[in-house]
C-alpha cells in the first residue's frame, strides 16, 4: 500500500463539467449524436508539489535497488572511450516512439539523421532524438520552459504550428474524434494546463523525495495533465531522462527506460489509469522493472557493438589516429554515412574521408547503399543489425 500523508491515499483526480458544442454538425450516427450531446466532464488533477510520499519497505526496496542499478550502468557506460552514449540515446528515442507505435528500422532512422529520403515515422523519431537530447541538457532547471523546449525540438520540423506551445483546446484519449464524452480519459481543461504544470515542476525539483519514486510519480502526473496536443507521451518519458540525470542515477548516458516499458506496454498504460484512481504503487513498479529491463538490454548492446568494433579492428591496420579508426568510432553511433559528414566530422579532406571510406568498404565494413557514383551512402550493416536487435529485445515480453 502506497501512502501518502497521514497515511491517506494518494488523491484521485475529480472530474468537472464543461460545455460542448459540436463542430462536426450532423456528422456520425443518430446515436453516436446523442452520446456526444450535451457537457462533458474533464478531469482535475490533485495539486502534487508538497505531497508526502510514504513508500512501504518492499516498495521502498524496489525502488532504491532500481536507482542502484541505474546508477551502476551509467558509471560502466560512461567510462568506455567508445561513444555509447548517442547509440543510447537514438535507441531510447526509438523505444519511447515505438510506444506511440512509430516503428522504423535503424537503417531508416540513420538516414533521417542525414536528411536524406526516409520514412515519415524515421523522421518523427530523430524528433525524438531531439526532444530527449533537449531533455538532458535542460535536466539542471526542469520548469515550465524547459518542457515547452522539449516540446518545441520533437515537434518544429514536423508541427511547427504546436511546436512548443500548450495547448489551447481540450483533448482526449479513446472514444473517437467526435467528442470527448466517451472518452477512456479526458485531460484536464486547457486553462488548467499552466498551473498544474508550475505544481508538477515544483514536485520534480524537490529533493526530499527517492529519485525513482519522484519520477514514476512525475511522469504519471505529466501524462495525466496531457499538456500538449500531441506527443505527450514522448516528451513525458524525455522527462524521465531529464530527471535520470538531475537525480543524478544517469550523468553520463541516457538509459533506455522506453525500452524496458515497451516489454509490456499494456501494464504500463494500466499503471498510468492507477495513478489517476489514487494509486501511486503499478507506475512505481513500472518504472522500476522498466529500468531493469533497459539495463539488462543497454549491457547486451554496449557489449555487441563492443564486438563489432573489435572486430573491426582485426580487418583494418593503420595508426591509431588515423581517419580510418576514427570513421570506424563515428559508425558506431552514426552507421548511414555520406562523404560531406565524414568530411566535417573528423575534419578531414574530401579525398582522404573518400580514402577511409574505401578502405572500410575494401574490410567489409561499410556497404554503399545507392546507386552511381554521385550523392552516394554507405551503411555500417554491423551496427545496424545490432541496433535492430536491441529494438527486437525491447518488443519481447518477459515471460
Do not use: C
Not at 546508477?71 to 528515442?93: C, K, N, Q, Y
Amino acid at each position: 500500500m502506497t501512502s501518502v500523508d497521514d497515511g491517506q491515499r494518494w488523491p484521485p483526480v475529480a472530474h468537472e463539467e464543461h460545455p460542448w458544442v459540436s463542430t462536426t454538425g450532423d456528422y456520425g450516427s443518430r446515436r453516436e449524436r446523442r452520446l456526444t450531446a450535451g457537457p462533458y466532464r474533464a478531469a482535475v488533477p490533485p495539486f502534487i508539489a508538497n505531497r508526502t510520499i510514504s513508500l512501504n519497505g518492499e516498495l521502498q526496496a524496489l525502488t532504491e535497488e532500481a536507482a542502484t542499478e541505474l546508477t551502476r550502468f551509467d558509471a560502466e557506460v560512461g567510462h568506455i572511450t567508445a561513444p555509447f552514449a548517442s547509440i543510447l540515446l537514438r535507441t531510447e528515442s526509438a523505444s519511447s516512439s515505438e510506444i506511440e507505435n512509430l516503428t522504423s528500422g535503424a537503417r531508416q532512422i540513420a538516414l533521417a539523421e542525414l536528411g536524406e529520403h526516409a520514412s515519415r515515422n524515421a523522421r518523427l523519431i530523430v524528433g525524438n532524438v531531439r526532444a530527449m537530447q533537449a531533455a538532458l541538457e535542460l535536466s539542471d532547471r526542469i520548469d515550465a520552459d524547459a518542457i515547452l523546449q522539449m516540446h518545441r525540438a520533437l515537434l518544429e520540423h514536423g508541427d511547427p504550428n504546436i511546436a512548443g506551445r500548450w495547448r489551447q483546446q481540450q483533448v482526449w484519449i479513446g472514444g473517437g474524434s467526435l467528442a470527448p464524452h466517451t472518452a477512456q480519459f479526458v485531460p484536464p481543461h486547457h486553462d488548467r494546463v499552466p498551473e498544474l504544470i508550475d505544481d508538477l515542476t515544483a514536485f520534480a525539483n524537490r529533493v526530499d523525495v527517492p529519485v525513482v519514486a519522484q519520477i514514476a510519480v512525475a511522469h504519471a502526473q505529466f501524462e495525466t495533465i496531457h499538456p500538449f496536443p500531441d506527443g505527450n507521451g514522448r516528451v513525458g518519458r524525455a522527462l524521465i531522462q531529464a530527471m535520470l540525470r538531475g537525480g543524478q542515477l544517469a550523468r553520463s548516458v541516457a538509459v533506455p527506460v522506453s525500452a524496458g516499458l515497451l516489454h509490456d506496454t499494456a501494464t504500463y498504460f494500466q499503471a498510468l489509469d492507477e495513478y489517476r484512481s489514487g494509486n501511486l504503487e503499478p507506475i512505481m513498479r513500472s518504472i522500476a522493472e522498466a529500468s531493469f529491463a533497459a539495463i539488462a538490454n543497454g549491457r547486451t548492446l554496449v557489449r555487441d557493438l563492443e564486438t563489432v568494433r573489435a572486430d573491426w579492428h582485426t580487418r583494418v591496420t593503420a595508426r591509431r589516429d588515423a581517419a580510418v579508426h576514427r570513421l570506424a568510432d563515428l559508425l558506431l553511433r552514426q552507421p548511414v554515412v555520406e562523404s560531406k559528414l565524414v568530411t566535417s566530422t573528423l575534419g578531414v579532406t574530401g579525398a582522404n574521408a573518400q580514402i577511409a571510406i574505401d578502405r572500410l568498404v575494401d574490410a567489409g565494413i561499410l556497404t554503399q547503399i545507392t546507386d552511381g557514383r554521385r550523392n552516394r551512402i554507405w551503411q555500417a550493416k554491423d551496427v545496424v543489425r545490432v541496433l535492430d536487435e536491441f529494438a527486437a529485445r525491447a518488443k519481447r515480453r518477459r515471460e
